[in-house]
C-alpha cells in the first residue's frame, strides 16, 4: 500500500511554468503522470521507470515537460514548461507496486498498470 499527494498546480498564463511533485508514503516502482479534462477520458502525459532510465512523453508534451524522480524522498517531479491553454486538465500521478523492472513504453504509459493513484492537482493554463 502507498499513498500518493500531488502538488504544485495552479493558474498560470500560457507560455509559463509550473512543476507538480508526487509524494509517496513509501516505496514506488514505475510512476506514470496523467491527466483529465471534464468529458474526457484520462490520458498519459509522462510516466518513469524505478530506476529513473526510463522516461517516456505524449507527443503532445515532448519537449516541454521533463519528470523526474528522487528515491530516497520517495518523490516524482513533472517539469512543465512552455504551457499551452490545451493543457488545463486535472493531473494526477499513479504509482506501480508490482513490477519493479517495467521499463516498456507500453508498459509504463498504460494506465491499467498503475494500482495507486494521487487524488489530483488542477492545473489551469489562462491566455
Known amino acids: 500500500q502507498v499513498q500518493l499527494v500531488e502538488s504544485g498546480g495552479g493558474l498560470v498564463q500560457a507560455g509559463g511554468s509550473l512543476r507538480l511533485s508526487c509524494a509517496a508514503s513509501g516505496r514506488t516502482f514505475a510512476v506514470g503522470w496523467f491527466r483529465q479534462v471534464p468529458g474526457n477520458e484520462r490520458e498519459f502525459v509522462a510516466a518513469?521507470?524505478?530506476?529513473?532510465?526510463?522516461?517516456y512523453y505524449a507527443d503532445h508534451v515532448k519537449g516541454r515537460f521533463t519528470c523526474s524522480r528522487d528515491n530516497n524522498a520517495n518523490t516524482v517531479t513533472l517539469q512543465m514548461n512552455s504551457l499551452k491553454l490545451e493543457d488545463t486538465a486535472v493531473y494526477y500521478c499513479?504509482?506501480?507496486?508490482?513490477?519493479?523492472?517495467?521499463?516498456?513504453?507500453?508498459?509504463?504509459?498504460?494506465?491499467?498498470?498503475?494500482?495507486?493513484w494521487g487524488q489530483g492537482t488542477q492545473v489551469t493554463v489562462s491566455s
Open positions: 518513469i521507470s524505478w530506476s529513473g532510465a526510463y522516461k
Open positions: 499513479a504509482a506501480d507496486l508490482s513490477s519493479p523492472t517495467a521499463r516498456s513504453r507500453d508498459y509504463l504509459s498504460d494506465s491499467r498498470k498503475y494500482g495507486y
